[in-house]
């Protein structure tokens, strides 16, 4: 029964996480098993292993993928067009490969030798095949580049932290060596402290008032995208910025009128015909 | 005693392996969840249970199993005393020890649990809750891990983390449920192809170069096949009558398949499919298209797929004239058959819950007709049908 060494990871100034979500991390770092980390968009996933570095001390790489990214693309690449322009311009560096050869993503992080957090974003966007394609590597922490014939190994195995957005279905292969962490949208109480944390000024009345709407505006029914604690943030930096007294937003409210800058929560006009008509025919009282 | 919560989880369809059974164990082992029963509760789900659609099930499996490990015939009561006190030392503050003292010193304690549990089992029936009730009592207390005593805790600290997994607020997640447009998006992406198919008719410039550097500057052409969306759904939705209840869930299945096929038609029947289906749905159908013509337009490479409940008379499927709408010559069934036989990839989604179709014979009509390719308005159900037609 060894106790845990390393620092852990808690709720920080900026960020706050629930406690399962501060187990969950604790024991992908625990373990070395990389961390999967699901909920709907704007729920600080990706702040999240910002924050992981920060609080265990370690540099993060980020590794942002796309609908055209390749597995191989993280590991390493061959430049073969720089190594055909070398040789027609007869480049002594042409006849060592390894010049050519561009480090991934992960290559970086292995080589981090006090460790670091990886942070693998949005891989559902990628082909379906590409978290199998990664098996092996975040498995063992170590690939074979064919080009110079060498085995590239982690010094440290870094924290891998992988986000996903549900677009696609991973492979159960590779669920099986993650742990999972879906991050719910957060309630009232645990809003109101998230907003603190990022506006400790905000006057009390203002936060409720305005909390009190932005989950209204979440309880129209139909809406395309509902907004989340990201635009939640960036509405309330707008209000702060306009210095909106405690009152204006009730006054909104009970004129029945869409509150001011919505844009920043609504971002679709059929949403924000719906939610004019819904606030047009019930008003914001709950 | 974790095994049972792992083949717990299996038989309740969490699907759970070795190998991550192996890394909860190891975390456990390393101190991950502290002896707290709310992060030893997250901690087993963030490892053994890698989907939010099966947390629910996970929740009340765990909550099944958490209860019959703290019974009192489990190891709960049984633990090691050695093994109790060695953490227990590091958990007492001094305040505590005093208070253990008190009651007589550690053993004593122990023993007065025990009989405690034993009285409160008697007067709860074993029930998960008789923890809190105790709000004064030294147990009370103290929480509860099924592998040990953990110690140091507010009184309602126990009832609350029971409440984690009581709460069940992963219930929307599963997939055994109805479902809203996002998860239905999610199960139909599942029927495009992500893969390349066709002839190698597309000139591959990043091959072509790497392939030509390769052969240290000698050209070497490379090609690869197109990349194409190429799912085609014909969808046939059932209207009016005992489907009005189900509209709303049709259309949110047809706002959601929209987008995600480069061929999608529509067309809608009621009840059964007979020698014409519209296209139109307002108060006055429009778009008025022959049964054959839509087998001759539609190539066989569409994938058909209905949405209806089933619920008729049996005759509307199975005699000529049967339908309740107007005269028809041939029956139901064999408009059903042929269209099975120019589409052979056809899947019926059916948003009457799965346990009510064996009460409605026309269910089990259309589902014999569908040759069993009949699933449920779920998530599950939706995966199924997605691959079935993937075939």
């Keep these: ?286 | 005693m974790f095994l049972e919560l792992f083949y717990g989880l299996r038989e309740y369809g969490v699907s759970v392996t070795l190998q991550e059974y192996f890394a909860f164990i190891r975390a456990v082992e390393m101190g991950v969840a502290e002896f707290d029963l709310d992060k030893f509760y997250y901690l087993a789900r963030a490892s053994l249970c890698s989907d939010e659609r099966h947390i629910d099930r996970f929740d009340r499996v765990f909550a099944a199993w958490i209860e019959r490990a703290q019974a009192l015939k489990d190891p709960l009561v049984e633990v090691d005393e050695d093994w109790l006190k060695s953490i227990g030392g590091r958990h007492f503050t001094e305040e505590e020890k005093r208070l253990i003292e008190e009651m007589g010193g550690f053993a004593e304690l122990m023993k007065t649990l025990q009989e405690r549990l034993k009285e409160q089992e008697g007067r709860h029936e074993g029930g998960s809750k008789w923890m809190g009730t105790r709000g004064t009592s030294p147990f009370g207390a103290y929480g509860y891990n099924p592998s040990g005593v953990r110690v140091g805790q507010d009184s309602s600290r126990h009832r609350r983390a029971a409440k984690v997994w009581d709460k069940r607020s992963f219930r929307d997640f599963d997939d055994g449920v109805e479902i809203g447009t996002r998860q239905m998006k999610l199960a139909l992406r599942r029927l495009r192809r992500f893969t390349r198919e066709g002839a190698q008719d597309e000139l591959d410039l990043d091959g072509t170069i790497a392939n030509t550097a390769r052969n240290a500057g000698f050209l070497e052409i490379a090609h690869r096949p197109e990349r194409k969306n190429r799912v085609k759904v014909l969808l046939l939705l059932d209207v009016g009558g005992s489907m009005d209840d189900h509209v709303d869930l049709v259309q949110q299945l047809f706002s959601a398949a929209r987008s995600e096929f480069s061929q999608l038609e529509t067309f809608y029947f009621h009840n059964c499919v007979y020698e014409r289906v519209w296209r139109g749905n307002g108060i006055h159908r429009t778009g008025m298209t022959s049964t054959d013509e839509l087998i001759r337009t539609y190539g066989q490479d569409y994938r058909v797929v209905f949405v209806g409940d089933a619920s008729m008379s049996p005759y509307e499927i199975t005699e000529s004239g049967g339908s309740v709408e107007h005269w028809n010559e041939v029956a139901g069934s064999v408009w059903m058959q042929k269209i099975l036989r120019r589409w052979e990839r056809a899947a019926w989604i059916n948003p009457v819950p799965e346990q009510n179709w064996r009460y409605t014979p026309s269910i089990g009509l259309i589902f014999r007709l569908m040759n069993a390719r009949m699933m449920p308005l779920t998530l599950a159900g939706l995966d199924a049908a997605t691959a079935e037609l993937r075939k």
């Design chain 1, 1 to 286: 029964m060894c106790a845990m060494q390393s620092p852990r990871f808690e709720s920080t100034a900026r960020y706050i996480a629930g406690e399962d979500l501060a187990v969950a991390v604790n024991a992908a770092v625990a373990l070395e098993r990389p961390l999967l980390v699901k909920g709907e968009p704007g729920t600080g996933k990706t702040v999240l292993a910002e924050e992981v570095a920060g609080s265990l001390g370690l540099p993060l790489l980020t590794w942002h993928v796309k609908s055209t990214t390749k597995a191989q693309q993280g590991l390493y690449e061959y430049d073969a067009v720089a190594r055909l322009r070398d040789s027609q311009l007869g480049v002594d560096a042409v006849h060592d490969i390894g010049n050519y050869i561009v480090k991934g993503k992960m290559w970086e992080a292995f080589e981090k030798e006090g460790g670091c957090v990886l942070l693998i974003d949005e891989i559902d966007k990628a082909d379906i095949e590409f978290p199998n394609d990664l098996l092996q590597e975040l498995d063992r922490m170590e690939f074979f580049v064919y080009e110079t014939k060498e085995v590239v190994r982690a010094v440290k195995r870094p924290v891998v932290i992988i986000t996903s957005n549900n677009e696609k279905e991973l492979p159960d292969a590779f669920l099986r060596r993650c742990f999972f962490h879906y991050i719910q949208f957060p309630d009232g109480a645990t809003m109101a402290s998230i907003v603190k944390a990022h506006y400790p000024d905000l006057h009390k009345e203002v936060l409720n008032e305005a909390l009190g709407m932005f989950f209204g505006i979440r309880s129209v029914p139909n809406l395309k995208k509902r907004p989340s604690t990201s635009e939640l943030l960036d509405w309330i930096r707008l209000l702060v910025i306009e210095h909106v007294k405690p009152g204006d937003l009730e006054e909104k409210a009970k004129a029945s009128s869409v509150p001011p800058f919505v844009g920043s929560m609504v971002k679709n006009e059929q949403d924000m015909e719906r939610l004019a008509q819904w606030v047009g025919s019930r008003g914001w009282q709950r």
